[in-house]
T-cell receptor, first 113, second 113 residues
Framework: DQQVKQNSPSLSVQEGRISILNCDYT??????FLWYKKYPAEGPTFLIS?????DKNEDGRFTVFLNKSAKHLSLHIVPSQPGDSAVYFC????????????FGTGTRLKVLA | NAGVMQNPRHLVRRRGQEARLRCSPM?????VYWYRQLPEEGLKFMVY????????ESGMPKERFSAEFPKEGPSILRIQQVVRGDSAAYFC???????????FGSGTRLTVV
């Protein structure tokens, strides 16, 4: 049972436009969410996080939105750059103290120059 | 200011051999996590360790897999009698206590032939 779902395996966006990556979850106990970016042959790199007490968190070109009632979060990248081309994973955790994260299967973003 | 160090980067083992994957956490990080990524899948949690303690091993296969994080030295993920299905990328991550989110290493790519 996939508790964290990224239903779009891939996304192509023109340079300078907005990229929107989506993530849905089923466990209402999740209260902390992360986005990671991964280049081939490298480990995931932390991008941005959000706690369930917020509905939005911004960091430069990256903004994460959380809709708890819909159990949905999204990552917006504006403006998109070719260097943003990577696989993006969302991850969720319960407040269990162990910080064990459940990862989605990833969305491959390609930013076209 | 080294990040999370994993070695080897690539490991080839014949079926039935043992694989040992090493992970040195970032300086100041006392929590270590191991994740596995099978081809075309997301990262799956395996085990969470603190020094000399296994905190959560709910993602570890029941047989052939073990992990340790000794008082001195790196964390070790050991896979005994490897099979082809063990071929995957194994990522280690570390975090300080009480801080959500972690830093990943570059991974060890295990190939069983």
């Amino acid at each position: 049972d996939q508790q964290v779902k990224q239903n779009s395996p891939s996304l192509s966006v023109q340079e300078g436009r907005i990229s929107i990556l989506n993530c849905d979850y089923t466990n209402s106990m999740f209260d902390y969410f992360l986005w990671y970016k991964k280049y081939p042959a490298e480990g995931p790199t932390f991008l941005i996080s959000i706690s369930s007490i917020k509905d939005k968190n911004e960091d430069g070109r990256f903004t994460v939105f959380l809709n708890k009632s819909a159990k949905h979060l999204s990552l917006h990248i504006v403006p998109s750059q070719p260097g943003d081309s990577a696989v993006y994973f969302c991850a969720a955790s319960e407040n269990s103290g162990t910080y064990k994260y459940i990862f989605g299967t990833g969305t491959r973003l390609k930013v076209l120059a | 200011n080294a990040g999370v160090m994993q070695n080897p980067r690539h490991l080839v083992r014949r079926r039935g051999q043992e694989a040992r994957l090493r992970c040195s956490p970032m300086k100041g990080h006392s929590h270590v996590y191991w994740y596995r990524q099978l081809p075309e899948e997301g990262l799956k949690f395996m085990v969470y360790l603190q020094k000399e303690n296994i905190i959560d091993e709910s993602g570890m296969p029941k047989e052939r897999f073990s992990a340790e994080f000794p008082k001195e030295g790196p964390s070790i993920l050991r896979i005994q009698q490897v099979v082809r299905g063990d071929s995957a990328a194994y990522f280690c991550a570390s975090s300080p206590p009480t801080v959500p989110g972690y830093t990943f290493g570059s991974g060890t790519r295990l190939t069983v032939v």
